[in-house]
């Protein structure tokens, strides 16, 4: 079992920036990608942002030239660091990491979730 911790969210002002972490553990044998999708009240989820095991980035329209996905050193940890945030941007983030898992072969796909976390953004 893939366990995903999510940190950082809040509240800003238009403008202002934020970041968000996420750390994935457990018997991971191999990440294909990690991303952010978030939620707003009423709203389906949405992808913001994904990386795959290559680095390859994909971004959503709306956020695009605003934020910015990586991965930490050890490929389990993926950030997302969020500038000039708009009050549409306000929502649920949710971290994703999608892989194999399992120490035994074959090892068994995964698709796992964070338990979310908000970042308000105040016109």
């Known amino acids: 079992q893939v366990q995903l911790v999510e940190s950082g969210g809040g509240l800003v002002q238009a403008g202002g920036s934020l970041s968000l972490s996420c750390e994935a553990s457990?018997?991971?044998?191999?990440?294909?990608?990690m991303g952010w999708y978030r939620q707003a009240p009423g709203k389906q989820r949405e992808l913001v942002a994904d990386?795959?095991?290559?680095?390859?980035?994909n971004y959503a329209d709306s956020v695009k030239g605003r934020f910015t996905i990586s991965r930490g050193n050890d490929k389990n940890t993926v950030y997302l660091q969020m500038y000039s945030l708009k009050p549409e941007d306000t929502a649920v983030y949710y971290c994703?990491?999608?892989?194999?898992?399992?120490?035994?072969?074959?090892?068994?796909?995964?698709?796992?979730w964070g338990q979310g976390t908000q970042v308000t953004v105040s016109s």
């Open positions: 457990g018997n991971i044998y191999m990440i294909v990608a």
């Open positions: 994703n990491c999608r892989g194999y898992a399992g120490s035994t072969a074959p090892p068994s796909l995964f698709d796992s």
């Open positions: 990386i795959n095991s290559g680095g390859a980035t």
